[in-house]
């Protein structure tokens, strides 16, 4: 069992930038894929980031060259850097882990993994 908390999240203007976190409970080894959700009231969760444990990532196309994905092994971590935030983006923002056997073109799907922290809102104010 993983358990997973992000923290982070706020309100910003259009623009502004947040950094998240999320923080695993025991050491995610190299097996574990990560991933950063979100969602609005009434809408499916959506993929926007997620990488391997090699390091590799893949990003939804409505926030690519503005959030950065990123983790620490070390620090049993995961990141989103998120850049030039628009009302679009705001939302519910969940971290997952996975250690199943996958394929890269499924990372943001969220049916690919099995563990989900509660979640941390962004607000951004036009």
């Known amino acids: 069992q993983v358990d997973l908390v992000e923290s982070g999240g706020g309100s910003v203007q259009t623009g502004g930038s947040l950094r998240l976190s999320c923080a695993a409970s025991?050491?995610?080894?190299?097996?574990?894929?990560m991933g950063w959700f979100r969602q609005v009231a009434g809408q499916a969760r959506e993929g926007v980031a997620a990488?391997?444990?090699?390091?590799?990532?893949t990003y939804a196309d409505s926030v690519k060259g503005r959030f950065t994905i990123s983790r620490d092994n070390a620090k049993n971590s995961l990141y989103l850097q998120m850049n030039s935030l628009q009302p679009g983006d705001a939302a519910k923002y969940y971290c997952?882990?996975?250690?199943?056997?996958?394929?890269?073109?499924?990372?943001?799907?969220?049916?690919?993994?099995?563990?989900w922290g509660q979640g941390t809102r962004v607000t951004v104010s036009s």
């Open positions: 990488i391997t444990s090699a390091g590799d990532t």
């Open positions: 997952a882990a996975g250690s199943r056997p996958t394929y890269f073109s499924r990372l943001l799907q969220r049916q690919t993994y099995n563990y």
């Open positions: 025991q050491y995610i080894s190299s097996t574990y894929y």
